[in-house]
């Protein structure tokens, strides 16, 4: 660790083909005038074409031309140069686009295991399958009859064409095709050909089955890489170490998702080599401290705002609007930790059914141990309090063992039969004495981890919602018992463990503002009125709610839901009510899909989804909730902007680096 690292600031800057290096560079003055030391870089690296965030990555080896390319980035060095100023870099390691603009990926569906770059992608075909690639909008043959998939030559190279994305053929395929009508090719013929790739176009749907390789969480349009692999290591770092040596500004950088290497602790050692300065977006559960061996400055720093909850949010009004909550609002969880278990289990179950299907091949002993095997994977990683354990080849560490004691513990509690099973796997499991349950260790490493992102951060924080503002990454509607203490705790062993830790509010990943967060803190401090407030609206607004499968839509967890979103964000200005309306219908379509309930991302209920919709339209033109919601509004703003200013005075005076976004 570096003692004498001079930061005073970090600004997170959202680099898009619309605000490129140059414009960053053109507003050094402001940034340094705000008393910012370092600028945070989104990915500078090649991504998909337009791409608005760029963890969609094509190419490690050049700096995307659309945010302003090499030279842009030099521009940027220099002005930082001159202004005394350092940057740091966003690096993604874990994963690349699965896309054929991305030609390592391109490469692989046209020559399968005989591609150079096979050994970059952490495969994960089934035994006798093909490359599975789920981009279709319908099946395969009804698009091939349809011409929606195609034959394409231009460039005079013979390809398939889907719409604006291009699939290469084997070599043998177009040496049989020259010569041949391509635009008049037949149907039956295009479906024989296709069979004959090593990779097999289906339905976006048509997934969970057959996962032919690591996904980042479930998005298939991005493939695990084998970072681990010092092949691919060095491929993928050589343009990255380049520009370090060549841009003196460069003081370090972010790693994304950490969590989702095969050996974490081994790959920041590696990096350690070449970068003085690295931070990584970690999120740490309750309880779980960061690896103490990884040589990292700190976190991207979620769990400054967790512990920020816990010293702001009024423990007595957060239990009177729980109370309410489970009353009147939904009764279908008893506290948060069940609505967890319960969202864990159904990821699972539609998201991750094939990957916990590799782990029951590893444990179980035979076919007739496979149900009982399923069950303890499902208990173990539900169970599981943190994202993942850190287990290598040297064995489990005491921490590893800990959790996975713990994880047992829990799903003793939720399952009676979950006993018999743990005596008898998690003898094996703990030894992993074969290759095949030291497999799945490291595998249940990097399962673990996204179901609790889709189980907890994008399940049931949208289920469990009696005050929202707790809801974000890295937090939870949990309060200890005395907030202050749970804070002063924080920042004591920030000062001794992670000084340069940042102080982390607001981020590209958050799901609310900071400020908008803090508009709803105000909710703990008066849920009489907030209980009465959500009656009177429900009241007003009874009127247009729709029929729907015999339900009435929306449903009062959705319109709870709905009217935090609605004060959190109200327009300042009339003028901006209708623009207004249509960011609140996406996100509420989003909401709904993400709480799983009553329609989903793969299954949509669109008369559901359309009814709430309708539902937003005419609560946001009705007059009288309008001057019901303007007057709540007036009472929360004050509150809001006073914890925004303690907060940011928090942030700024804190040990750590305050990062603004």
């Known amino acids: 660790m570096s003692e004498n690292l001079a930061m005073n600031a970090t600004y997170r800057v959202q680099l898009t083909k619309d605000f490129t290096l140059r414009d960053v560079a053109a507003l050094a003055d402001y940034f340094q005038a705000l008393g910012i030391s370092h600028l945070y870089l989104s990915p500078v690296f090649s991504s998909t074409p337009g791409s608005l965030h760029g963890y969609d990555g094509i190419d490690f080896n050049a700096i995307s031309e659309e945010r302003g ?77 349809q011409g929606d998939i195609k034959l394409t030559g231009l460039g005079n190279k013979i390809e398939v064409q889907y719409y604006d994305t291009i699939f290469p053929l084997r070599r043998e395929s177009v040496t049989a095709l020259e010569g041949k009508d391509i635009e008049n090719f037949p149907a039956d013929k295009m479906l024989q050909l296709l069979s004959e790739q090593h990779y097999e176009l289906a ?15 479930d998005v298939s349009g991005l493939i695990g890489l084998r970072v681990e692999d010092e092949n691919v290591y060095a491929q993928t770092h ?55 061996d990884w040589p990292v400055m700190g976190t991207s720093g979620y769990e400054f705002t967790q512990n920020l909850n816990q010293l702001l949010i009024d423990r007595e009004g957060f239990a009177g609007i729980e109370k309410f909550w489970r009353e009147n609002v939904q009764d279908k969880w008893s506290d ?41 994977w499902t208990g173990l990683t539900v169970g599981l309090p943190i994202y993942r354990i850190y287990y290598q080849e040297g064995g489990l560490t005491e921490d590893d063992r800990n959790w996975i004691n713990e994880a047992c513990r829990r799903a003793r509690e939720w399952d009676i039969d979950f006993e018999g099973l743990e005596k008898q796997y998690l003898p094996r499991l703990l030894s992993a004495e074969t290759p095949e349950v030291k497999q799945a260790l490291r595998e249940w490493a990097q399962l673990s981890g996204p179901a609790m992102a889709k189980g907890l951060e994008d399940t049931s924080h949208y289920r469990y919602t009696p005050l929202a ?42 799901k609310r503002s900071e400020d908008a967060r803090h508009r709803l803190y105000a909710l703990a401090e ?20 729709a029929d729907v499968d015999r339900k009435s839509v929306p449903g009062p967890e959705t319109e709870y839901f709905l009217y935090q979103a609605i004060l959190c964000a109200w327009p300042l200005d009339d003028e901006e009510k209708d623009g207004f309306k249509s ?47 303007k007057d709540f509004v007036q009472r929360l ?12 005075a928090l942030k700024i005076l804190s040990p750590g680096v305050p990062d603004i976004y």
């Not at 030279?71 to 690349?96: C, F, S, T, W, Y």
């Not at 339905?203 to 969480?217: A, H, K, P, T």
């Not at 920042?491 to 940042?502: F, Q």
């Not at 004050?638 to 940011?648: D, F, H, I, Q």
Request: contains cysteine; charged residues 30%.
């Open 69 to 145: 390319g090499e030279e842009g980035l030099r521009a940027l060095d220099r002005r930082m140069q001159e202004k005394g100023m350092k940057l740091l870099l966003d690096i993604v390691p874990n994963h690349m686009a699965a896309d054929t603009t991305n030609p390592y990926w391109y490469d692989v569906l046209a020559k399968g295991p005989n591609s150079e770059f096979w050994g970059f992608f952490d495969m994960r075909l089934v035994e006798g399958k093909k490359i599975r690639l789920p981009v279709l909008g319908d099946g395969l043959e009804r698009l091939v009859r």
């Open 203 to 217: 339905d976006w749907r048509e997934v969970s089955d057959n996962v032919s390789y690591r996904r980042f969480f």
């Open 238 to 292: 050589r343009k990255l170490f380049e520009i370090l040596k060549a841009m003196p500004s460069i003081d370090g950088v972010r790693v994304d998702h950490i969590d989702g290497l095969a050996d974490p602790g081994a790959y920041l050692e590696l990096l350690k080599q070449n970068i003085d300065h690295i931070w990584v977006e970690k999120i740490l559960s309750p309880g779980e401290t960061m690896v103490a």
């Open 336 to 376: 948060f930790g069940d609505c967890v278990r319960q969202s864990k289990e159904l990821v699972l179950d539609r998201l991750f059914s094939a990957e916990r299907e590799r782990l029951v091949n590893l444990l179980a002993m035979d076919e007739a141990d496979k149900d009982d095997a399923r069950k303890f």
């Open 469 to 510: 503002a707790l809801n974000e990454v890295g937090c939870g509607p949990e309060l200890e018992e005395n907030g202050a203490d749970t804070f002063y705790r924080f920042i004591n062993e920030r000062v001794k463990s992670y000084p340069y830790g940042l102080n982390t509010t607001s981020t590209h990943d958050t």
């Open 526 to 545: 008066m849920p009489r009125e907030w209980a009465g407030f959500y009656r009177a609206a429900a009241t007003i607004n009874n009127k247009y709610k």
């Open 583 to 629: 960011r609140l219908q996406q996100y509420m379509e989003k909401s709904l899909r993400e709480a799983k309930l009553e329609t989903n991302a793969t299954e949509n209920n669109t008369a559901y989804e359309n009814a709430v919709k309708e539902f937003v339209a005419a609560v946001l033109q009705d007059d009288e909730f309008a001057g019901l919601a």
């Open 637 to 648: 703003i004050l509150c809001g902007a006073a914890t925004s200013l303690t907060v940011m």
